[in-house]
């Protein structure tokens, strides 16, 4: 057979059933012979898969087809495999979404449109088959494997197919003709089972045609923007259809339709509902079409008016906040760039629509398609496929679609077909209308071109993996595959299936690189460290390298990152050698973090000897030697005081030994920790070492620890103390035998009296810890240092340490024994241990002198100022009698808050605390300048005093004092600062006396002596003085301190930045031909009119500037008086309610044909002759109140009589009368001139009043 030949489209559609064969093979020459199988992926003929094996394929990587067991079947495309959209090559595409063209449809439709007429194609959609419709009215289904399966020719003149749609199990086929029909075709045999003329509304077309999840029950949208429900009924074997109109198009033009669709296997709460979503140009709406018809949600949809909205429904997975998890349908909904999700669920009975996300995108929209529960594919006005990733609301890959020809359906929403009936707003927002040619389809979108079918599919993981690896790209490759392994932690059977992808990823690499294994080698050993395949690490990849530094490297970055704890022998040999050349430090870092079975001992302890790691010595002689001992005996002989990094590590070993805790990591097995405590205490105290000398003093070890930092060793001892084998009488013993040997060891021949000192303070906390037993001998060695006079070269930290000794010691009545507190009171004092005096004056309750312990105590005056403030109030404490005394002292340490004792405390002892500091003029200046800054109120002569003495210390701040205080007299303060010669406050206290001759002396000398940089600014002062003055001054004399200033500004070039200004500010206060006068005859300023024009037009500019701001602020004004007269006519015009039909004083009814007044807003009414009884009996209750009290009782506000709601004094004084109503209220408007004349304020009533 060399042909494949079909029957023609013709006799297809001239057959009543249509034909499986495809039309695509007619135009196809294809030799059998030449294909090769392995090339083109052909099965053997046995293994052909069979159609329902197809329309069951399941998307392994869509989690909500796994939750809700979706069988997605998958049409298999002819592939023009990952080529992209363009034509000319440009661009490619990403490793997410693959691209083909569907060759066989694309090839029917070409065919179709040339040789029967068919036309372009408009309209698709894909389910378990494919539906194309084109402009002709004909229809298309093929199979999966593309195959025609039979065509459809409209004979009745109904235009463009516009819209088609298959139920859920794909059994039926609903189109949608461009002038109103409705078909209902069977999917198997192509036979039309009905034909609805009339479903729509007459003369439109049909733009939307969606199955719902009832089997019977369909939606249909016209170009009028009505929506009809379509229900199809069988009875006696006829088939009908029956339209119901859910949305009247004159309400809003509904351009959207989105059933929601179950699978009936899910068992959701919602399946008993049918549920629409629909959307309008300015809103969209979810309602219910059975049990019945609601409207559950609506909401405002806003965007550009050339933009439709888009609608889709997905079933989705959604976690809780409370980490449950539901299936639930989740819509989004767009329009312009914008796109917005909501979830739709169950909740009390009642269904709730909540509120996801929001994705902003960048450009306006056409579609948008979920693509799994996980993505949507949107495509731009650009045509550009833009993959979004819900959950990070961020953009995946994007897909350039052009060159596909995408269809729009531009022509039925202008209503061509119909004769363009339609407004002008959806004919407009319909330009690029592509609902009907974009279907989605599980994770595949299928975009239809006027003579093409494009697919765009998300690939899986696996074919992302697979896509990568193909082209060579391994590093993304290995990400996405650890990504996957990581994602599936928490599933054991896709946690082994991603383990064996990446196992099989890594046998490709070692056959793909073999001629180069370098290349990506850090992914590949990344993903073998992930899923733990040492085996192949250290096997295959590594007998495969030539060069092997850089995979060292890798395994160095794992292991340093603890991904790795051991590797083979082999590596483990090459790692060592490789940085011991290169950086010992490292490999220090790589022992210790490797397990020492991996290592060649013999090795790796030459190493580290050679290049002194001391820390993975003593790792490798306790882990794997498992001797504790070894490391002291060698080491601590080699400590140097110049580097203490040995020293610190033995330190840090020996407290983790004693402690029970490995080295420099983990713990000792609990079998071991009583000998390793042992054999390291043992080891530190023993008398002599192994090889001793002559020489040698006794307990070598501990004399070099204690030799290399007394402190950090007896804080090692310390820690070992608190173990539970230093508890109990055996314990104490052991303890009190280590101390005597410290005081063997710390002798004043051997050590300093710095180290002496640290030992004695160890001892004296262990005593008061209660660690030690209280023995008097020592103790009275202890406290003799403790109390020493002076101790040379003592630190202040060490000093601190021998006060913190003591203390415990008191505090735990370890001395009670040795001496009375009286004495231990003298010792203190001599040896200057003022927190230990502090103590033992508190004990005594001896107050008075306190105070004096903090002063000394330099380390404790922050804390002094709380003792103060906490027991200010306590007359025994004599607190002001210490402040008083220590006044100067304090004021030396922290004056802020010295004052601010005083302001809170003291302030009615102030004058005798000033006395105080009156002898010492800096410390009184801090004290009254702080007490300002509180602004605490002091006296009119202690405010002169600060001023004086801010006069002398800072003069820069006087002028800044003086304007912030009042609290001075004005000739005295001049006086003081005339004496110091201060000008600026001189100047600001004359113009404050009103004496501004005197100021603009001040002034005018201060910008006489001002230098180039300062002077513009002075000028600008004097020019602000003349402004204030000029306020409180005569023409004559304003005249006379302007002219003198611009007298000498103007022949000043240096300030010609300013003339114009100064010029400006002197026109509002003199006279201006005096002022032009003035500039015309000023020195080096010619007189003719072109040096003063632009000063005369810029005056003239500002007055017309002003004239005309004074006019819109009279206009304004008088808007805002119009604006509350109105108000005030409205409210006076506004009708009165009556809520009560009874006087509230008499309590008789009230539309007896009499007049009434109407009190107020609360609606309450009484005759107009019982206001008169009424104000007469409030004035007599006034009378009687004041007879009683014989006091004026305030004119109260009237009160309703019911409510006590306050009655405006009008009301009664000048009652208001209504016009009188007609027998008829309908007859009141054709008697508004008779109203007019009436008096408002009376209301005659007949009848009561209806209350709307």
């Known amino acids: 057979m060399n042909e494949l030949k079909a029957p023609s489209l013709q006799s297809l559609l001239e057959s009543d059933h249509g034909s499986a064969d495809s039309l695509l093979a007619e135009s196809l020459q294809l030799d059998i012979e030449d294909l090769d199988e392995v090339e083109f992926s052909i099965p053997p003929t046995g293994a052909l898969s069979t159609l329902d094996s197809i329309l069951s394929e399941f998307e392994a990587d869509s989690d909500i087809a796994s939750q809700l067991s979706l069988p997605i079947p998958t049409p298999t495309p002819s592939i023009a495999e990952d080529g992209c959209v363009r034509g000319d090559g440009s661009g490619g595409i990403g490793s997410i979404m693959r691209y083909a063209m569907m060759q066989g449809v694309s090839a029917q439709i070409s065919s179709a449109a040339d040789r029967v007429s068919a036309g372009l194609a408009s309209s698709c959609a894909v389910s378990a088959l494919i539906a194309v419709g084109t402009s002709h009215g004909h229809i298309l289904t093929f199979d999966v494997t593309q195959t025609l399966r039979w065509a459809h020719q409209d004979k009745n003149g109904q235009g463009a197919v516009g819209a088609l749609a298959f139920n859920p199990d794909c059994t039926r086929l609903l189109a949608g003709y461009a002038r109103g029909l409705v078909v209902m075709f069977d999917t198997q045999s192509g036979d039309a089972l009905r034909n609805v003329y009339d479903a729509i509304t007459p003369n439109t077309g049909v733009l939307h045609v969606k199955w719902t999840s009832r089997s019977a029950l369909a939606v249909c949208a016209d170009s009028g923007g009505s929506v009809w429900s379509l229900s199809f009924t069988r009875k006696l074997g006829i088939r009908g259809c029956s339209s119901r109109c859910l949305f009247s198009g004159a309400r809003g033009e509904v351009c959207a339709v989105e059933p929601l669709i179950i699978n009936a296997s899910s068992h959701h709460d919602l399946d008993q509902y049918c549920i629409v979503a629909l959307a309008t140009l300015s809103k969209y709406f979810i309602v219910t079409i059975r049990p019945r018809l609601k409207v559950i949600k609506y909401h405002a949809l806003q965007g550009p008016a050339d933009c439709l909205p888009l609608l889709a429904w997905q079933m989705v997975l959604i976690q809780a906040a409370d980490t449950t998890r539901t299936v639930d349908p989740v819509i989004v909904v767009g329009r312009g760039n914008q796109l917005f999700f909501h979830q739709l669920f169950m909740t009390n009975g009642r269904i709730t629509l909540l509120y996801l996300r929001h994705v902003q995108m960048q450009a306006n929209l056409l579609s948008a398609h979920w693509l799994g529960p996980k993505c949507v594919g949107c495509i731009d006005t650009s045509e550009i496929l833009h993959l979004i990733d819900v959950r990070s609301s961020r953009e995946l890959e994007c897909i350039d679609m052009a060159n596909a020809g995408l269809v729009y359906g531009s022509a039925q929403f202008k209503g061509l077909a119909t004769g363009g009936n339609v407004s002008p707003a959806l004919a407009l927002a319909g330009t690029h209308a592509c609902y009907n040619s974009i279907s989605a389809r599980g994770t595949q979108l299928y975009i239809l071109g006027s003579r093409s079918l494009h697919l765009i599919g998300v690939r899986t993981w696996t074919e992302r993996i697979n896509y990568l690896v193909k082209n060579q790209r391994w590093q993304e490759a290995c990400d996405l595959a650890l990504d996957g392994y990581r994602a599936a932690a928490d599933r054991p059977k896709r946690k082994a299936q991603a383990k064996e992808r990446i196992i099989a990823l890594f046998q490709e690499y070692i056959a793909t690189s073999a001629r180069a294994p370098d290349y990506c080698l850090g992914a590949i050993v990344k993903c073998l460290i992930t899923i733990g395949q040492m085996d192949l690490l250290c096997s295959e990849l590594w007998e495969r390298l030539e060069n092997t530094s850089l995979f060292l490297q890798h395994i160095t970055e794992h292991i340093e990152q603890e991904h790795i704890r051991s590797i083979s022998p082999v590596i483990s040999q090459a790692l060592v050698d490789y940085w011991q050349q290169l950086s010992p430090a490292k490999l220090e870092e790589i022992i210790l973090k490797l397990d020492w079975m991996c290592l060649d001992l013999n090795q790796v302890l030459k190493a580290v000897k050679r290049h002194k790691l001391y820390r993975a010595q003593i790792y490798l002689n306790t882990k794997a030697l498992n001797d504790y001992t070894i490391s002291l005996t060698e080491l601590i002989p080699l400590i140097d005081a110049e580097q203490p990094d040995l020293g610190n590590c033995l330190l840090v070993y020996i407290s983790s030994c004693l402690a029970g805790r490995g080295y420099p990591s983990g713990e000792i097995d609990i079998e071991s920790v009583q000998n390793v405590k042992h054999d390291v205490l043992r080891c530190l105290t023993s008398l002599h070492s192994a090889n001793s000398e002559q020489e040698e003093l006794p307990y070598p070890y501990l004399r070099a620890l204690l030799k290399f930092d007394t402190r950090e060793t007896l804080n090692v001892i310390s820690l070992a103390f608190q173990e539970k084998e230093f508890s109990g009488e055996l314990g104490f013993s052991q303890r009190k035998r280590i101390i005597n040997i410290l005081l063997e060891i710390m002798t004043p021949e051997n050590a300093t009296w710095a180290e002496i000192g640290c030992l004695l303070n160890f001892i004296a906390q262990q005593i008061s810890q209660q660690c030690l037993p209280c023995d008097t001998q020592l103790l009275q060695k202890v406290l003799n240092y403790l109390a020493e006079d002076e101790i040379a070269n003592e630190s202040a930290r060490q000093h601190s340490e021998r006060e913190t000794a003591w203390h415990e010691l008191l505090v735990n ?352 009414a009484m005759h107009e002759q019982c206001a008169d009884d009424f104000e007469q009996k409030i004035l007599s209750n006034k009378n009687e109140l004041n007879n009683v009290s014989n006091d004026d009782v305030d004119d109260d506000p009237y009160k309703c009589p019911r409510c006590q709601i306050t009655i405006k004094p009008n009301v009664l004084c000048n009652p208001v009368t209504l016009s009188k109503p007609s027998q008829n209220m309908s007859n009141v408007k054709n008697n508004e001139d008779m109203m007019r004349k009436n008096e408002i304020g009376v209301l005659k009533l007949k009848a009561p009043p209806k209350k709307f």
Not at 827 to 834: I, P, Q
Not at 855 to 879: A, C, D, G, Q
Not at 992 to 1001: H, I, S, W
Not at 1117 to 1144: P, Q, S, Y
Request: proline share 1%.
């Open 813 to 1164: 009545n370890c001395l009670e024994n040795i001496s009375n507190d009286e004495e231990q009171l003298v010792l203190a004092n001599k040896a200057r241990c003022y927190y230990v005096e502090e103590y033992l004056l508190e004990k005594l309750r001896r107050f008075d002198t306190i105070l004096e312990c903090y002063l000394n105590n330099s380390l404790r005056h922050e804390t002094m100022f709380v003792y103060m403030e906490r027991h200010v109030k306590t007359p025994e404490r004599k607190i002001y009698t210490q402040f008083k005394t220590h006044l100067k002292s304090l004021l030396n340490i922290n004056a802020k808050e010295v004052a601010r004792i005083v302001h809170f405390h003291f302030m009615d002892e102030l004058s005798d605390l000033l006395s105080v500091a009156s002898d010492d003029e800096k410390s009184l200046f801090i004290f009254l300048e702080n007490l300002h800054r509180r602004r605490a109120n002091i006296s009119q002569e202690q405010c002169e005093q600060l001023l004086e003495l801010l006069c002398k210390n800072k003069p820069d701040q006087v002028t800044e004092f003086l304007e912030t205080t009042e609290n001075y007299s004005t000739e005295t303060a001049l006086n003081i600062v005339n004496r110091y010669e201060l000008k600026m406050a001189a100047l600001y206290l004359y113009e404050k006396q009103q004496n501004y001759q005197q100021a603009f002396d001040i002034s005018m000398e201060l910008f006489a002596c001002a230098n180039s940089a300062d002077v513009e600014a002075r000028a600008q002062d004097v020019c602000s003085l003349c402004e204030r003055a000029s306020a409180h001054l005569g023409l004559k004399e304003r005249e006379k301190y302007w002219f003198t200033l611009i007298q000498v500004v103007l022949p000043r070039e240096d300030l010609k930045s300013i003339t114009k200004s100064m010029l400006h500010q002197a026109s509002q206060f003199v006279d201006l031909t005096n002022l032009v006068q003035l500039v015309m005859n000023t020195h080096n300023v010619s007189g003719n009119f072109g040096d003063i024009k632009i000063l005369l037009m810029s005056m003239l500019m500002n007055s017309r500037l002003e004239t005309e701001a004074l006019g819109n602020a009279l206009k304004v004004i008088g808007h805002d008086l119009h604006t509350k007269f109105a108000k005030r006519r409205k409210e006076a015009c506004r009708g009165l309610w009556v809520t009560m039909m009874r006087c509230v004083f008499c309590n008789q009814r009230l539309y007896n044909q009499t007049n009434i007044l109407i009190l107020g807003a609360c609606g309450h």
